[in-house]
């Protein structure tokens, strides 16, 4: 008898009207979700129409579904050009780059953070490492400039200078930029990494660090047999959203902070630049989305493959 209630109550469950039930019992937490939802639906879902772009040569008279459909056309041109290569191995080695430097950097900073104990001192830091997170890549790209400005820069002025050194013309040498654009992202990026890393290691249970004092743990045996360990998922998460946007530079970085010097191209012109001087200069719209595109399947690809091998080594750590 008690199991026929059981069974009875079961198929009720999942009956239609049961489901509309429950959605009508959170119905106030369904109103308070909309406004995101619908954000999300007009900021992320609605633009994808724009993927046909990347198959059309666009006639703005004829509309999107009136163009001529071209193919792969538009992603022939973009693989065309004699800096298709340099571009794409820029992008590819420059993220890369700042994928592990940062990483490595901002885990650091974290376990530096979370060492200072006095709350004033703690916030203080907090707020300052992440500061440069919120400032404007224009406004970065001016203070790059206000360094390396080659007349009144500081460093031109008051480091080689006074040293006997002659001025360096930095918007006219690319070998000097490989650095000084992985300086800047760091200095911009990390302090966002570390918040949110020394967040999760504020997460961890006190308890794990007093039973290691007890067994007579260094402080060295605690950061890599506890900290490191337990904050591993959110560092591999974090990682993974990285390499989906591996294929994407940073467009302000690249083109603000380099004040769009074509004289150091052959260091700093990666796939978004490329696309936009070819945007300005034909106003061909299909290139730019073929580009999109193909960032978009490239990033999703690589999060896919590189989640798969996680998964392989430890399920619990995969994103998904």
């Given at each position: 008898?008690?199991?026929?209630?059981?069974?009875?109550?079961?198929?009720?469950?999942?009956r239609?009207?049961s489901?509309?039930k429950?959605?009508?019992k959170?119905?106030?937490?369904v109103?308070l979700?909309?406004?995101?939802?619908?954000?999300?639906?007009?900021?992320?879902?609605?633009?994808?129409?724009?993927?046909?772009?990347?198959?059309?040569?666009?006639?703005?008279t004829?509309?999107?579904?009136?163009s001529?459909?071209?193919?792969?056309?538009?992603?022939?041109f973009?693989?065309?050009?004699?800096?298709a290569?340099?571009?794409?191995?820029?992008?590819?080695?420059?993220?890369?780059?700042?994928?592990?430097?940062?990483?490595?950097?901002?885990?650091?900073?974290?376990?530096?953070?979370?060492?200072?104990k006095?709350?004033?001192?703690?916030?203080?830091?907090?707020?300052?490492?992440?500061?440069?997170?919120?400032?404007?890549?224009?406004?970065a790209?001016?203070?790059?400039y206000?360094?390396?400005?080659p007349?009144?820069?500081?460093?031109?002025?008051?480091?080689?200078?006074?040293?006997?050194?002659?001025?360096?013309?930095?918007?006219?040498?690319?070998?000097?930029?490989?650095?000084?654009?992985?300086?800047?992202?760091?200095?911009?990026?990390?302090?966002?990494?570390?918040?949110?890393?020394?967040?999760?290691?504020?997460?961890?249970?006190?308890?794990?660090?007093?039973?290691?004092?007890?067994?007579?743990?260094?402080?060295w045996?605690?950061?890599?047999?506890?900290?490191?360990?337990?904050?591993?998922?959110?560092?591999?998460?974090?990682?993974?959203?990285?390499?989906?946007?591996?294929?994407?530079?940073?467009f302000?970085?690249?083109?603000?902070?380099?004040?769009?010097?074509?004289?150091?191209?052959?260091?700093?012109?990666?796939?978004?630049?490329?696309?936009?001087?070819?945007?300005?200069?034909?106003?061909?719209t299909?290139?730019?989305?073929?580009a999109?595109?193909?960032?978009?399947?490239?990033?999703?690809?690589?999060?896919?493959?590189?989640?798969?091998?996680?998964?392989?080594?430890?399920?619990?750590?995969?994103?998904?």
């Open positions: 008898m008690a199991s026929e209630k059981a069974l009875t109550a079961q198929s009720g469950s999942s239609p009207g489901k509309w429950s959605i009508w959170y119905r106030a937490l109103v979700a909309l406004p995101g939802v619908l954000l999300m639906l007009i900021n992320n879902y609605l633009p994808m129409f724009g993927i046909f772009l990347a198959f059309k040569d666009l006639n703005y004829a509309g999107i579904w009136g001529k459909w071209i193919g792969l056309d538009n992603f022939k973009l693989f065309a050009s004699n800096d290569w340099l571009i794409i191995r820029n992008t590819l080695l420059y993220n890369l780059s700042f994928l592990i430097i940062n990483t490595i950097l901002a885990v650091m900073l974290a376990l530096l953070l979370n060492e200072v006095n709350k004033f001192a703690s916030k203080f830091f907090q707020s300052t490492v992440i500061l440069p997170n919120f400032i404007s890549m224009v406004i790209g001016y203070i790059v206000g360094f390396l400005n007349e009144l820069g500081f460093i031109n002025k008051f480091i080689l200078e006074p040293f006997g050194i002659d001025p360096r013309n930095w918007y006219a040498e690319a070998e000097h930029w490989p650095y000084i654009l992985t300086l800047v992202n760091t200095w911009k990026g990390v302090g966002y990494s570390a918040v949110v890393y020394l967040a999760a290691i504020v997460g961890i249970d006190s308890e794990y660090y007093e039973a290691a004092v007890i067994d007579g743990a260094t402080p045996k605690q950061m890599t047999k506890i900290t490191i360990p337990l904050i591993a998922p959110i560092i591999i998460i974090m990682t993974l959203l990285a390499i989906g946007r591996i294929f994407n530079a940073d302000g970085l690249f083109y603000q902070a380099t004040m769009a010097s074509g004289m150091i191209k052959e260091t700093t012109d990666v796939i978004d630049t490329y696309v936009y001087r070819a945007l300005m200069v034909t106003g061909d299909g290139l730019a989305s073929s999109g595109l193909l960032q978009s399947v490239v990033g999703f690809t690589l999060v896919i493959t590189v989640n798969l091998a996680v998964r392989k080594f430890s399920k619990e750590n995969a994103l998904f």
